[in-house]
């Protein structure tokens, strides 16, 4: 039997913590913040979700790639972030589409935006729904006639491969393990891992600059985008295929990022990577009251030692523990390298070196080569990875439990870190303490740069069932509001959306912002295009 993707939630139904599971994990919440009552409300039923009636209807031109189906216009109602799931466990869906379109192949996807522009509905690009910002909800004004989701899922091929330039030509609607398995003959792989892989796309990743599971060197979609194709309400518009380019601004990072307020990505051409053959990885311990900070010292060092690791995670005591990769007790530094065609001992022997210089324990024995996937699945890096892939599921369970659970993410420059650090940390730690009593706040790099880190702030809170959202909300205003003040980005990889908006308007120069408006209306004049994400349609 085909698996079904939960409506309301993260994955496959079925999967993830049965419900003695998710039982037993209440049960360790309560014992960890002192609190009794964590009671797991049940999984909604499609039978169960009223949805308003479509406000318009496809024409029969187009009626055959449409969906009404209840299920369709729920799962594309929201993405995946903590609000979002809340109100799908509620039952509520306020805002679905008015039916989603399932276009085949780029003529489909034109005749879909060339209707919306005509008719002035609002045109929601949809991937694999994996947002966590408010990315993909069709909140649209009153000024359109209605909203349709346009899910680019049917379009999920490998076109062409250019194993002389490691290069593929691929369409936008493939999801990522669909992607691997279509480029591992070759001996190829796209090398971009995100947490949400399973069920992301390779149009989704590019239209919000996602960032993939390597921590130096490749960290965003950004470095392997060679081509694009995007249709836009006036047009197609592709971009030349090249290694580089000084012709003026890349066309492609006008899009990149843009989050489908200029167009539909249908196409591009990525560059690829052999795939690795030669693991090594080692976990390293920093103890003592300043184990972080001694972790963050030896985390620079590698950052701006040439090294490039594939893996560079830097948990705090908290992150450790709530991960399984350490005990809570030190800071634990996760180090790892891959190669497709030589032998680590040297660049992991350095990369060892440095930590000890900072006050690292490195366990005897610590980052052997491996030829095969082990080094990537045993001891605390193994601990973590299973962790991190599993982490979604999870959530979904802390919110049928009305725990509070969010990650702040964002990047700032190595001489304002520890400033930084402490700031975000003690503004969200004292939001935790007023909105819910007790909680937890943890820290960890995911990504690292020779200028600086990308800190990521998790907070794991008890909740008061049917004010989770209002929490949630002051939460994570008090601690945007304190990664703003205090020099940092609102959004490292996450990308803007809705959720986003109000802190993104602050931090981008304002000739940009208009500049990026008069693109939009050159490119999409009636404004249907994602509205409300990124920028105000005129």
């Known amino acids: 039997m085909e698996r079904r993707r939960k409506f309301w939630g993260w994955g496959y139904e079925g999967e993830g913590p049965d419900d003695d599971q998710a039982a037993g994990i209440a049960r360790t919440l309560e014992r960890r913040f002192g609190v009794s009552g964590l009671e797991i409300a049940p999984a909604p039923r499609i039978e169960d979700v009223s949805l308003r009636a479509p406000r318009l209807a496809p024409p029969a031109s187009l009626a055959e790639l449409c969906s009404t189906s209840p299920r369709d216009r729920a799962s594309h109602t929201y993405g995946k972030s903590f609000r979002d799931i809340v109100r799908g466990v509620r039952g509520e869906f306020t805002h679905p589409p008015d039916f989603v379109a399932f276009p085949r192949d780029e003529p489909e996807v034109v005749a879909v935006l060339d209707w919306c522009s005509g008719v002035g509905a609002a045109a929601i690009p949809y991937g694999g729904g994996s947002s966590v910002v408010g990315g993909v909800e069709p909140d649209v004004a009153d000024a359109y006639r209605g909203a349709v989701s346009i899910d680019l899922g049917r379009l999920d091929r490998v076109l062409e491969i250019d194993r002389e330039s490691r290069a593929a030509r691929i369409q936008a609607g493939i999801l990522g393990p669909a992607l691997e398995a279509a480029l591992r003959p070759q001996g190829l792989t796209l090398r971009h891992f995100p947490q949400s892989f399973e069920l992301s796309t390779l149009g989704g990743w590019i239209a919000t600059r996602s960032g993939g599971h390597y921590a130096t060197l490749y960290t965003h979609i950004d470095d392997f985008v060679e081509a694009l194709r995007i249709v836009t309400p006036t047009g197609v518009m592709e971009s030349r295929r090249l290694p580089g380019s000084g012709a003026g601004p890349s066309p492609d990072r006008l899009v990149i990022g843009s989050e489908g307020i200029l167009g539909i990505i249908v196409e ?224 490292h990889h996450h990308s803007v959306g809705r959720d986003h908006r109000r802190w993104y308007d602050r931090q981008r120069p304002e000739g940009f912002a208009r500049a990026l408006r008069a693109a939009k209306a050159e490119l999409d004049p009636a404004g249907i295009l994602n509205p409300g994400v990124l920028i105000d349609p005129a």
């Not at 725990?403 to 400033?419: K, L, M």
Request: hydrophobic content about 40%; some cysteine.
């Open 268 to 491: 591009a051409w990525m560059r690829l990577q052999d795939r690795p053959t030669v693991r090594a990885s080692a976990s390293v311990r920093f103890a003592g009251d300043d184990g972080f900070l001694g972790g963050a010292r030896a985390v620079r060092a590698l950052a701006q030692s040439g090294l490039h690791p594939t893996n560079c995670r830097l948990l705090d005591p908290g992150e450790a523990a709530i991960s399984g990769a350490g005990s809570g007790d030190a800071a634990i530094l996760v180090v790892g390298f891959e190669s497709a065609d030589h032998p680590l001992d040297a660049q992991m022997g350095r990369a060892l070196e440095c930590c000890r210089d900072a006050g690292g324990e490195v366990p005897e024995g610590a980052g052997r080569t491996r030829t095969d996937a082990s080094a990537t699945r045993e001891g605390a890096a193994g601990v973590w990875r299973r962790a991190f892939l599993g982490a979604p599921y999870l959530r979904d369970v802390l919110v049928r439990a009305a725990v509070i659970s969010e990650t702040f993410e964002t990047a700032i420059t190595w001489d304002r870190f520890e400033v930084f650090h402490e700031a975000v940390t003690n503004a969200a730690r004292d939001a935790v303490k007023r909105v819910c009593a007790t909680g937890s706040v943890a820290c960890r790099f995911t990504h690292v740069y020779p200028d600086g880190p990308a800190p990521y702030y998790t907070v794991i809170a008890p909740g008061r069932r049917g004010s989770e959202l209002e929490q949630w909300g002051e939460i994570k205003a008090a601690a945007s509001e304190a990664i703003l003040r205090a020099g940092g980005t609102i959004t």
